[in-house]
Every structure is written in structure tokens, then in C-alpha cells.
């Protein structure tokens, strides 16, 4: 079984995955990767634009498993009317978006987003307002792996904790779990609110002035999800009519963030280059996810983490 990985591989990495029985793997940069590369290949760890036709033409390929948790910049019609199965990465990068986001909202509570701007000034400076995370109340909007791991780390600093999601089904560490039509009802409960949601034709500029208008006033919106979920005019103007307190955006649309959004000079809000999902640790717990999939595969010719549901685009 030809395999076909556009990651650059360990040699660790590679005996492990060539000691899983009638493995042929190659491994090719993504920079150099052609449509050749892909003849017999029935399995792609990675995606390549470059790749585009030759996937959609192949008559072997039958799996992808991509790195990241996003898969939006993928043709998902034709490979699910290919029959194509399509994994992600999620959950590879849940502990350091979930650290993250604590960030966002402890520099909050903490005047850290001041501060930091006193330091560039020289300024040794108090400001009023300093204040804590326990028994806060976060709202976290699209509760999946990250999701269900900034909830863990939200109890742990006594915070109280609301899912939302399609379903209302129960998820560890979160005290209530609603659906996603109880969320402009409830939305103004909450002292944080942390999108992190996917980018779907359902999520596209959900995040708008209405929901912003029935958030609380001393609420702080944190997107580390994606940004096409929020309609960045609408948070600008919720920001400047002090609609919430503030916002931590790891996300933004476009991005880079333009220099002249008026976002940059708010004191009120952190802004970040979508850093968060990076980490030194990332590349080995994807891999694990792969090796995972691949030995199920080998084995029963079934993959069972994370697979892409095409319908809902995640």
C-alpha cells in the first residue's frame, strides 16, 4: 500500500510507520510534491493544492489525513462525491490554543493589556478594575476537542462553565451544555465568551452586532476559532460603543489584520498573529493521530480519529 507523506518526516517517524506491515511510504516536500508523486498512492498524510487535480483524478487514493484541524482550503465536494475519507488534526493543538485563550482571559482580569502597553511607555502605572477569574462564567462556543479542554482548565481555576453546540449532548467539565439556539438567549449570562468555532457556511459572520448587543458590558470575546465567524465591523463598533469589555482575537479577517483597522490602537483588545495553534509539540501529536489511523487502516481498512464529517464541513 503506497502511502505518500508531504511531511517532513522524522526517521523515528518513518520506522515507525514502515513497521506497520505492507507500508510503502515516500516522503515529499510540499514545495517540490508533483502530480507523479501521487501515482498508486492510496493514502496522503497532508494536502497540497499542487495536488488538487491529480487527487480528484486518482483511482487509487482512498484517505487523507491532513495536519491541521481546518480543512476549508480542501475541495470537500469532490471528495466526498469521490468517496474519499478525510481526517484532520484536531486535538493536536488543543493544550496550547487552550493555554492561549487562559492567556487572553487572565491578561484581562489582571490589567495585563494595559500594562503591557505602560512597559512600551516606561510607565510604572496601576490601573482601576483589577480582578479575577474565579467563579467567572465562560461561555465556549463549538465544544470539541479544544473546546473540552479550555473548559478542563477553566475548573481548574474555579471558573464556571457553559458548551455550545449543535448537540446538547453532556461533555466532561462542562457545568451546562446548550444548543446552538439558546445562544443569543444566553449569551449575556457570561463574563467571557470564546468562539471556537469552524469555518462553515453555518458559522460564517455568526459573531455579529446582535449577539454582541445581548452581551454583558464587562464580557470580553475571545476568537480562536476562525475568523470569518465574526463580522469584524460589527465588533469594532461594539467595542467603540462599549457594547462588551474588550476582545482577544487570535483570528481576524482579513489576515494579516490591515495596519489602519482601528482594532490595533484599543487598549481593550489583544491581538494576536493566529499563533496560537502553534507549538514545538504540535508536528509529533499530529503524527500520533496519523500512526493511529494508518495502523487501523492497514489493519481493518477503517479509520476511526477524526474523521471529517463532509456535511458539516468538520
Known amino acids: ?94 493544550i496550547n490554543i487552550a493555554e492561549q485563550t487562559l492567556a487572553y482571559m487572565l491578561m484581562f482580569v489582571r490589567r495585563m493589556n494595559l500594562t503591557a502597553r505602560h512597559q512600551d511607555e516606561k510607565l510604572w502605572k496601576h490601573d482601576d478594575g483589577y480582578d479575577e477569574v474565579y467563579n467567572k462564567t465562560v461561555m465556549i462556543v463549538g465544544v470539541g476537542h479544544i473546546g473540552t479542554l479550555i473548559a478542563k482548565y477553566a475548573k481548574a481555576l474555579g471558573m464556571k462553565t457553559i458548551g455550545v453546540r449543535h448537540s446538547d449532548k453532556a461533555a466532561e467539565n462542562i457545568d451546562e451544555m446548550i ?58 463598533t461594539a467595542l467603540e460603543n462599549g457594547e462588551i469589555a474588550g476582545a482577544g482575537l487570535d483570528v481576524t479577517t482579513p489576515e494579516p ?33 496519523f500512526k493511529h489511523n494508518l495502523k487501523a487502516y492497514v489493519e481493518n481498512g477503517e479509520v476511526y480519529k477524526n474523521v471529517v464529517n463532509y456535511s458539516r464541513g468538520y
Not at 516536500?29 to 498508486?40: A, F, M, N, R, Y
Not at 493544492?49 to 495536519?67: E, G, P, R
Not at 470564546?194 to 475571545?222: C, H, R, W
Not at 483597522?261 to 491581538?271: G, H
Request: charged residues 25%.
Open 1 to 94: 500500500m503506497k502511502v505518500l507523506s508531504l511531511v517532513n518526516l522524522t526517521k523515528k517517524q518513518r520506522d515507525k510507520l514502515e513497521s506497520i506491515a505492507n507500508v510503502d511510504l515516500s516522503v515529499v516536500s510540499p514545495k517540490q510534491v508533483t502530480p507523479q508523486d501521487l501515482e498508486g498512492v492510496e493514502v496522503l498524510y497532508d494536502w497540497s493544492n499542487t495536488l488538487k487535480d491529480a487527487v480528484l483524478k486518482s483511482d487509487t487514493l482512498n484517505w487523507i489525513q491532513v495536519v491541521r484541524a481546518g480543512v476549508d482550503a480542501l475541495p470537500l465536494p469532490e471528495l466526498d462525491e469521490k468517496g474519499v475519507i478525510l481526517t484532520n488534526g484536531s486535538g493536536a493543538n488543543a
Open 179 to 236: 444548543p446552538m439556539s439558546e445562544l443569543s438567549s444566553r449569551i449575556g449570562e457570561v463574563h467571557f465568551v470564546v468562539n471556537a468555532l469552524p469555518d462553515t457556511a453555518e458559522t460564517i459572520g455568526l459573531f455579529n452586532q446582535d449577539l454582541f448587543k445581548v452581551m454583558s458590558k464587562k464580557a470580553y470575546y475571545i476568537n480562536i476559532g476562525r475568523g470569518k465567524t465574526t463580522k469584524m465591523d460589527d465588533l469594532v
Open 257 to 289: 489584520l490591515p495596519s489602519d483597522s482601528p482594532l490595533w490602537d484599543m487598549e481593550n483588545v489583544i491581538i494576536t498573529p493566529h499563533d496560537a495553534g502553534m507549538s514545538v509539540h504540535y508536528e509529533e501529536r499530529a503524527f500520533d493521530i
